[in-house]
């Protein structure tokens, strides 16, 4: 039971382009998002986040998308870097339900972004 | 200020042997995770441990998995007899309270 879904593995784009990486849920008590990039032989790192009160977040390059009644988020990084080359993972959380600790992730999207 | 901590990097253990796992969190860290990612797979929540207490262990396995985090020294996830299954990738994450955590490099085992 995959609550959460990146259903692309990989991703290529050219650099200087936009990389849009997409997620879904299904379970309605996630209110929490999270964005998580891994380098091989490293441990995820965070990048980004979003409350389910808000639709958008950014930070520099980095914004997240939001769509509660989809159950759908988005990832955009603009413009794209040879050194955003990663696996990103999209993780929930349930903070209303007291359990913010508690991360479920998607499989990962392979990004490659070539110069 | 060091990042979290996990060794050993690489363990390859046969399979009935025992597998010990260390994570020293980072420095003022008093919140631990574990989480188990198998090959192809997205990080599975294991276990969530404050000095001493297990919090939740929902997502641990019900046999040959247990978890510690004593007063003192590092957390260990101990997996007994271990199996071909349990091998992947384990991370540690630790905090300074419930949320906003960082994540170790891992410890990849390999049961052969």
């Known amino acids: 039971d995959q609550q959460v879904k990146q259903n692309s593995p990989s991703l290529s784009v050219q650099e200087g382009r936009i990389s849009i990486l997409n997620c879904d849920y299904t379970n309605s008590m996630f209110d929490y998002f999270l964005w998580y990039k891994k380098y091989p032989a490293e441990g995820p790192t965070f990048l980004i986040s979003i409350s389910s009160i808000k639709d958008k977040n950014e930070d520099g390059r980095f914004t997240v998308f939001l769509n509660k009644s989809a159950k759908h988020l988005s990832l955009h990084i603009v413009p794209s870097q040879p050194g955003d080359s990663a696996v990103y993972f999209c993780?929930?959380?349930?903070?209303?339900?007291?359990?913010?600790?508690?991360?479920?992730f998607g499989k990962g999207t392979l990004l490659t972004v070539n110069p | 200020n060091a990042g979290v901590m996990q060794n050993p990097r690489h363990l390859v253990r046969r399979r009935g042997q025992e597998a010990r796992l260390r994570c020293s969190p980072m420095?003022?860290?008093?919140?631990v995770y574990w989480y188990r990612q198998l090959p192809e797979e997205g990080l599975k929540f294991m276990v969530y441990?404050?000095?001493?207490?297990?919090?939740?262990e929902s997502g641990m396995p019900k046999e040959r998995f247990s978890a510690e985090f004593p007063k003192e020294g590092p957390s260990i996830l101990r997996i007994q007899q271990v199996v071909r299954g349990d091998s992947a990738a384990y991370f540690c994450a630790s905090s300074p309270n419930r949320d906003g955590y960082t994540f170790g490099s891992g410890t990849r085992l390999t049961v052969v």
């Open positions: 993780a929930a959380s349930s903070v209303g339900g007291g359990s913010n600790y508690k991360l479920t």
């Open positions: 420095k003022g860290h008093s919140h």
């Open positions: 441990l404050q000095k001493e207490n297990i919090i939740d």
